[in-house]
């Protein structure tokens, strides 16, 4: 079954190869759940860093209808939701964040000069980070916007934010031809997978964002490399 759809899979790909120009599109980012009502949406990434690949990184969206939300905002809407985020504050600096998911407890915490939580700004969902030069408090994000933390050790003042991106499965920040042999490995042996791909995310793989990754994501992903 799994020969099948990997052949099935790289039809699929064979037809969208030469395609140029990927962008990242919201859609494209695996967002944990969204939040909120409204016709703005922006996202917050996380990555918790531990050697800044895609394994602790994790995306959450939130809908509004004003024009625009701070930082904290932003924070505060996520954790609101009390699906497992949540995030500690001293005097405006952001010290905590932890994540729970699946009875896994992420958490990082900033304690300089060991350890800091980057603050980065992005307008095309995370593709490409701006350091922020302004706290959570100041920063204003409008429709379309995306926050980004990213814990870091006390001697890394240039690493980003790793954004998350569904059907990614040797995290190369794309979707293409070299994700179909980890996927069908992803879905058949997931130890093996997280073996060979330590820096990425099995969770790439629950394309049909129902939190497992099973059968249920091959078709889903069919779709996503046609689309
Ligand atoms: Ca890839
Ligand atoms: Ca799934």
Known sequence: MYK??????????ALMAGSAGWAYQVEDVRVEWWTGVGANQVLLVVDFWRGNGQSDSFAFGYHFSQSQITGFDLLNAVQAAGKGFSYAQTSGFLTDIWYVKNGVVYHSEGSWPASWWKYALSSDWG????????????????????????ALPGDDWTSVPVTPIVGDMDCDGVVGFGDINPFVLALSNPAAYVQAFPSCSLYNADINGDGAVDLGDINPYVALLQG
């Open 4 to 13: 099948k759809s990997a052949a099935t899979l790289a039809s699929w790909v």
């Open 127 to 150: 593709e490409t980070w701006v350091d922020s030069e302004y706290g959570a408090g100041m920063r204003i994000l409008y429709n379309g916007d995306t926050d980004g933390w990213v």
